[in-house]
């Protein structure tokens, strides 16, 4: 599904790299299933400096424009909320429909990263809060 899709067409995103992300062993992966298939699947990152990374959310083209990919987000946030009290992801600047999506999800623009993956476009990382850390500790 990322292979043969926007936005991994434009980041230049083989089978191979692909399939290789799907099977990172630090990764979770969490699939939808369909009929014929799965239909969507999201790979969080519950490790590192940004804990709580929604590293990819992907919806078969066919399934796409049916609040499937804002279901999925709102599950991995809720499993993201449950250890961290933030939740991070990024967005293509070339896809400005994923990013008024998570705007209007209540994800923040934290930072661009210009150049990261394809010259002359950013990767734009967006945060969502329930609040600092220091917090989020002392309730746990």
Same mark, same amino acid.
């Given at each position: 599904?990322?292979?043969? /899709? ?6 230049? $995103?083989? %089978?191979? *790299?692909?399939?290789? =992300? ?17 239909? #969507?699947?999201? =790979?969080?990152?519950?490790? !590192? ?10 919806? $078969?083209?066919?399934?796409? !424009?049916?609040?499937? !990919? ?8 809720? $499993? =993201?909320? +449950?250890? /961290?009290?933030?939740? %991070?992801?990024?967005?293509?600047? %070339?896809?400005? !429909?994923?990013?008024r999506l998570y705007e209007r999800l209540g994800y #923040? ?7 990261? =993956?394809? +010259? ?6 967006? +945060? *969502?809060?329930?609040?600092?850390? +220091?917090?989020?500790?002392? $309730?746990?």
């Amino acid at each position: 599904m990322m292979s043969a /899709s926007e936005p991994w067409l434009t980041l230049g $995103r083989s %089978f191979e *790299k692909s399939l290789e =992300i799907v099977r990172h062993p630090a990764k979770e992966v969490w699939v939808v299933p369909g009929t014929d298939g799965p239909c #969507a699947f999201v =790979i969080l990152d519950m490790h !590192g400096a940004f804990t709580g990374y929604v590293q990819t959310i992907c919806v $078969r083209p066919d399934e796409r !424009g049916r609040g499937l !990919g804002t279901r999925l987000l709102g599950w991995a946030e809720a $499993r =993201i909320f +449950r250890e /961290s009290p933030n939740v %991070f992801l990024c967005v293509s600047s %070339f896809n400005p !429909g994923a990013l008024r999506l998570y705007e209007r999800l209540g994800y #923040a623009v934290v930072g661009t990263l210009d150049d990261y =993956i394809v +010259r002359g476009h950013a990767e734009v990382l967006m +945060r *969502k809060t329930r609040g600092p850390w +220091r917090e989020f500790a002392t $309730r746990s």
